[in-house]
T-cell receptor, first 111, second 114 residues
Framework: QKEVEQDPGPLSVPEGAIVSLNCTYS??????FMWYRQYSRKGPELLMYTYSSGNKEDGRFTAQVDKSSKYISLFIRDSQPSDSATYLC???????????FGQGTRLTINP | DVKVTQSSRYLVKRTGEKVFLECVQD?????MFWYRQDPGLGLRLIYF???????EKGDIPEGYSVSREKKERFSLILESASTNQTSMYLCASSSSGSGNQPQHFGDGTRLSIL
């Protein structure tokens, strides 16, 4: 079993929809959680960075962490075609330098 | 903004060649990383470095080596390239200051070994 599980999709939704992307993990030592967005032929770009449990909001994006369930989510409100990309979750423990990545979910927003 | 620059976007080499991939960051980050990204396998860590001349093996170091002679530069070396090393290679850096800083990535080098 992988340490981090992420449905690779692909996920296709209409413009304006609310998108929910999720990852589950097995290592209870993980405390720092990230979401990266990767456009085609580009490197991953840091989108959200959260510590421990709770919510963090940045514009149309909300990151949610539920450590009791070992489950993290990224919500995209009012989705736009420009949000079409692969979304990668990543996480690590306190003091660790190495990140553990999910496989990435490929998202397409249809105009 | 953090800038991580990889010297080549696309590279084509032949089997058995020695290949150098270069990465430079401009934020004085202590930590630098090399990953490869393959469909269905995600990102896999090859090597990382937390200081000049220091290196640590990642999850898939076989067939690779690294060099970090200066803080801003981290090189990945394929000693004798093979076709199974055809992949997208991503470099990343992060700061050790204030603990637990996220990694920032370059745009990758798409390497084909013929």
């Amino acid at each position: 079993q992988k340490e981090v599980e992420q449905d690779p999709g692909p996920l296709s939704v209409p413009e304006g929809a609310i998108v929910s992307l999720n990852c589950t993990y097995s290592n209870s030592a993980f405390q720092y959680f990230m979401w990266y967005r990767q456009y085609s032929r580009k490197g991953p770009e840091l989108l959200m960075y959260t510590y421990s449990s709770g919510n963090k909001e940045d514009g149309r994006f909300t990151a949610q962490v539920d450590k009791s369930s070992k489950y993290i989510s990224l919500f995209i409100r009012d989705s736009q075609p420009s949000d079409s990309a692969t979304y990668l979750c990543a996480m690590k423990g306190q003091g660790a330098q190495k990140l553990v990545f999910g496989q990435g979910t490929r998202l397409t927003i249809n105009p | 903004d953090v800038k991580v620059t990889q010297s080549s976007r696309y590279l084509v080499k032949r089997t058995g060649e020695k290949v150098f991939l270069e990465c430079v960051q401009d934020m004085d980050h202590e930590n630098m990383f090399w990953y490869r990204q393959d469909p269905g396998l995600g990102l896999r860590l090859i090597y990382f470095s937390y200081d000049v001349k220091m290196k640590e093996k990642g999850d898939i170091p076989e067939g690779y080596s690294v060099s970090r002679e200066k803080k801003e530069r981290f090189s990945l070396i394929l000693e004798s390239a093979s076709t199974n090393q055809t992949s997208m290679y991503l470099c990343a850096s992060s700061s050790s200051g204030s603990g637990n800083q996220p990694q920032h990535f370059g745009d990758g080098t798409r390497l084909s070994i013929l």
